[in-house]
């Protein structure tokens, strides 16, 4: 009699899509001879480049992509507010990373938890500073205009809202939210029309909504 246990293994076996097999990561090596440029890095050519970058950039030094990055930034800076550890905050860099922003600024703590980021910050301008005033006063002289990212009474629907070409949108933390100070030193705020029965978004997944958005109205050039 048929082991029909054992012929339904060896089956699925048989059958295993193509995309469950582990897919190569990066590029080895670089064949000689290698590419000439002041923009490729030695190292990578040598040992092959297995970050987590666009084709273009295989090979290049983090210096030379953050350079040819700064030739095409996109206005937009954000701006998260950091008094906790929060693991959101690398999450929203790395997006800050993807739409290629102006710059990225943490309030509060220097120092921040980068896991999430998965080295990201490397190719984005950062700025830190130390209190609400001190960001406030950067957007004053570099005509910025704050928005907060809340939904707090009297915000507006992002997703119906105009959004300021130089704009620095504002997050604060998982847990608490954007701070008082932070909050009444920003010029207007915004928020995500939802439908459902929660009372607010990640706060990874609503920078992520809001920076999008900026860039649906301020598509580059």
Not at 115 to 144: C, F, I, K, S
Not at 175 to 190: E, K, M, P, R
Request: proline share 6%.
């Amino acid at each position: 009699m048929e082991n029909k246990e054992s012929s339904d293994i060896e089956t699925s076996s048989v059958d295993t899509p193509a995309f469950s097999q582990q897919r190569t990561v990066g590029v080895g090596p670089h064949t000689e001879p290698w590419p000439t440029g002041s923009h490729y890095d030695p190292l990578y050519l040598l040992t092959g480049d297995t970050r987590n970058v666009l084709d273009k950039y295989r090979y290049w030094s983090v210096d030379a992509i953050k350079a040819d990055l700064d030739e095409r930034r996109n206005p937009l800076h954000i701006a998260i507010e950091n008094l906790q550890h929060d693991l959101n905050i690398g999450s929203i860099v790395r997006t800050a990373n993807a739409f290629n922003l102006a710059g990225v600024h943490i309030v509060g703590r220097h120092k921040w938890n980068k896991r999430g980021a998965l080295v990201t910050d490397r190719y984005l301008n950062m700025y830190y500073h130390p209190t609400p005033e001190d960001l406030t006063q950067w957007a004053q002289d570099n005509a910025y205009n704050l928005v907060a990212i809340d939904n707090q009474e009297g915000a507006t629907p992002i997703e119906r809202t105009p959004l300021p070409e130089n704009c620095l949108f504002v997050f604060g933390q998982e847990s608490t939210g954007i701070s008082s100070d932070l909050l009444n030193a920003c010029d207007s705020a915004v928020e995500i029309t939802q439908y459902g029965s929660t009372r607010s978004l990640n706060v990874a997944a609503a920078a992520a909504i809001a920076m999008h958005t900026w860039i649906v109205q301020h598509p580059p050039a």
